[in-house]
């Protein structure tokens, strides 16, 4: 059963992804390291896939979503590590825009998704804290 700071727990790693993701959005626009790691990562990726044979790509989204289900159950198994990363992430996320902010290709506008990225990794520090998952 869920209680309450589970629930708060799950809300702000729900938030934190969707604030990288937009963050992502707008870090891709920009010719830099990110995007380009970014997008070499997402080729290889795509490769790989299409090298499956057709009778694995015909039960490719249960496929996706066991590995889905996989990826949250060890996310949630090694709770320290995950949080780690999420600082990594973050941290990475925010050095790129500070360089790209620097050399003035991208303005204040994105700042608030900054803002909410970084308030998601103070609460998920503090609610598990709190719960005793740190």
Same mark, same amino acid.
């Given at each position: ?7 708060? /727990? ?5 938030? @934190?992804?969707?604030?990288?993701? +937009?963050? !992502?959005?707008? $870090? *891709? ?44 159950? /060890? ?5 320290? @590590?995950?949080?780690?990363?999420? +600082?990594? !992430?973050?941290? $990475? *996320? ?41």
């Amino acid at each position: 059963m869920l209680n309450r700071t589970r629930l708060l /727990l799950y809300v702000n790693v729900a938030l @934190f992804i969707y604030s990288v993701s +937009e963050m !992502i959005k707008v $870090l *891709l626009v920009h010719n830099n390291f990110f995007s380009q790691f970014f997008n070499n990562l997402s080729t290889n990726i795509k490769t790989l896939t299409t090298k499956i044979s057709s009778t694995i790509t015909s039960w490719q989204s249960l496929i996706y979503l066991l590995i889905f289900a996989l990826l949250i159950f /060890l996310l949630l198994k090694f709770w320290r @590590f995950t949080f780690i990363l999420l +600082e990594i !992430i973050s941290a $990475l *996320l925010i050095i790129d825009y500070a360089i790209l902010f620097i050399q003035h290709e991208v303005k204040y506008g994105s700042l608030f998704v900054i803002a909410v990225m970084v308030i998601t990794v103070m609460n998920i520090w503090q609610t598990s804290k709190d719960s005793n998952l740190l």
